[in-house]
């Protein structure tokens, strides 16, 4: 069985701090995806990455894949209240059944002003 | 511009009813899933299924049960519900390659009492 630990469970920040949220496995990922999940809502798609230690960016969310595509960090500069939600890594994995994504732990942030 | 549809969106069951928890989605994919999430926690998949006619068991199946007569319709059946099954409920379909984002619904909170 395969398990993502996320870390830190729970991070409440003011507005305009940095934060890095890391995905950690020990076993290897034939890909990595980010989801935000809001209340109410289904968690909802921010990035993929698939090669290892690529380097994704989207506006202020940077996010990277370990050299070993066993872990992964999402960085985010000058958080938002609107960044605020529940932040879930998932993982491909690298063999069998490529039908099946591994959720991580997830992290809820919280930004105030 | 639907997506994946789920009803109901909350459900109150006492111990020992069944109920099925509906799930559509008009973006014709092959791979359709449940999953289920427990407060402040990750997703841990139920069933999922790669087409119509086949399903398969994930993390969590016992249970639950599941059909996939068309494309569009995956249902998750509980035929005995027990306490232990008071979670939000979210069903999520994916396009074929193994590395496109699963689309959400919006979940079915379910309580058993």
């Known amino acids: 069985t395969q398990l993502l630990e996320q870390s830190p469970q729970f991070l409440s920040i003011q507005e305009g701090e940095n934060l890095t949220v890391y995905c950690n496995s020990s076993?290897?990922?034939?890909?990595l995806q980010w989801y935000r999940q809001e209340p109410g809502e289904g968690p909802v798609l921010l990035v993929t990455v698939v090669t290892g230690g690529e380097v994704k960016k989207l506006k202020r969310l940077t996010f990277q894949f370990g050299d070993a595509r066993k872990d992964s960090s999402l960085h985010i500069t000058a958080a938002q209240p609107g960044d605020t939600g529940l932040y879930l890594c998932?993982?491909?994995?690298?063999?069998?059944?490529?039908?099946?994504?591994?959720f991580g732990t997830g992290t809820r942030l919280q930004v105030t002003l | 511009n639907a997506g994946v549809t789920q009803t109901p969106k909350f459900r109150i069951l006492k111990i020992g009813q069944s109920m099925t928890l509906q799930c559509t989605q008009d973006m014709n994919h092959n791979y359709m899933y449940w999953y289920r999430q427990d407060p402040g926690m990750g997703l841990k998949l139920i069933y999922y299924s790669v087409g119509a006619g086949i399903t398969d068991k994930g993390e969590v199946p016992n249970g639950y049960n599941v059909s996939r007569s068309t494309t569009e319709d995956f249902p998750l059946r509980l035929e005995l519900a027990a306490p232990s099954q008071t979670s939000v409920y979210f069903c999520a379909s994916r396009a074929g390659q193994s590395n496109q984002p699963q689309h959400f619904g919006d979940g079915t909170r379910l309580s058993i009492l």
């Open positions: 998932a993982g491909g994995p690298s063999t069998g059944t490529a039908s099946k994504l591994t």
């Open positions: 076993s290897v990922f034939s890909s």
